[in-house]
């Protein structure tokens, strides 16, 4: 029997020796009755998931599936989706994992980790509330995490690598925003291209002031403004907010045509903002003396109680509002942006 024991865990090293990364770590039954798993995560959202994990499927010495049984009900819900839930029952089956083992009361651990979703959950997706409900109000449901799940490696029986189940994949299935799949450093980026895009329509807007007696641009909407200083930027793609939160770049119309000698304070008077934050809960704003930064929400908050300033001068009557039009009708030069 011992001999048998050891043959199969000899096998279970070998199938898993692809993802193997550490030799067991050792944790003591205080650190797992409280939760400490180490290095581990005691819980990951999705996108979290380290690069290095794969998804397998372990057969088990014991184990139950509540799911299985229930399968042929999915047909029974909105059959549109049921391509999907098969798809997600077969990301909640499996473990992903790089290998690493851990050792506790003499025993050794595969490190897991497994979709913390509840089987009715699933159901509840194609229509089915309960066993007596198959026409309940389909909700969407929260987005799931990976709980940490250390399995013993006597009772592996075997283990099967799912080389087609991939983290964006499962990303996708669960409807997880492209900015938190997006690659370290990628919405970054996108921030500070949409800042220098700001001050560059800032910029245009000070040197049409400065061919126009002083004057900001007498508009009634933000792409009057931009048809109007188009000629000075020659770049309609600096007017659109990279934003993954969606929103746009807006003029503030507070100071529409205002001769910019009777704004009295223009480091601190919003010239353009942006309409949403960014997932850090900044947005970008310039400001009439030509500076742009990115400010806080509560930053915004007292800001944008000022977007209309006082004793501001103006020219009596304000540019055509067919100019919004117009701006639609602008196309990029040959070779140019």
Not at 61 to 84: A, H, V, W, Y
Request: proline share 7%; hydrophobic share 40%; net charge neutral.
């Amino acid at each position: 029997m011992l001999n048998l024991r050891l043959l199969r865990l000899g096998m279970v090293g070998v199938l898993l020796a692809p993802y193997a990364v550490v030799l067991a770590q050792g944790l003591s039954t205080i650190d797992l009755v409280k939760g400490n798993y180490g290095k581990y995560a005691t819980s990951l959202k999705l996108a979290d998931l380290p690069e290095d994990y794969a998804a397998v499927k372990l057969s088990l010495s014991s184990s139950t599936d509540p799911i299985s049984s229930l399968l042929p009900l999915f047909s029974m819900g909105n059959r549109g989706n049921d391509k999907d839930l098969a798809a997600k029952y077969r990301y909640v089956q499996c473990y992903w994992t790089n290998g690493d083992t851990v050792r506790s009361m003499n025993r050794e651990f595969l490190v897991t980790y497994k979709l913390d979703v509840e089987w009715m959950e699933i159901l509840s997706q194609s229509g089915i509330d309960n066993a007596n409900s198959l026409n309940a109000t389909k909700t969407k449901a929260p987005e799931p995490v990976l709980k940490i799940n250390l399995v013993a490696m006597d009772s592996i029986l075997g283990v099967s690598p799912c080389p087609e189940m991939k983290k964006q994949v499962l990303l996708s299935l669960y409807g997880v925003p492209d900015w938190q799949i997006d690659p370290p450093g990628r919405v970054q980026a996108q921030q500070a291209a949409t800042l220098s895009n700001v001050k560059q329509i800032g910029l245009g807007l000070i040197m049409y002031s400065g061919d126009w007696d002083d004057n900001l641009p007498y508009t009634q909407d933000s792409k009057s403004t931009w048809y109007v200083i188009y000629p000075y930027v020659k770049n309609l793609g600096i007017f659109k907010t990279l934003n993954p939160n969606g929103g746009m770049i807006r003029f503030n119309m507070g100071v529409s045509g205002a001769v910019e000698s009777s704004i009295s304070s223009p480091a601190d008077t919003v010239l353009l903002y942006e309409t949403e934050p960014w997932p850090d809960g900044r947005r970008v704003v310039a400001f009439c003396d030509g500076h742009a930064k990115l400010v806080t929400q509560e930053a915004w908050a007292e800001i944008s109680k000022h977007l209309t300033p006082t004793g501001i001068k103006r020219p009596k009557k304000p540019l055509p509002t067919t100019y919004d039009a117009e701006f639609d009708k602008l196309k990029p030069p040959a070779g140019g942006h």
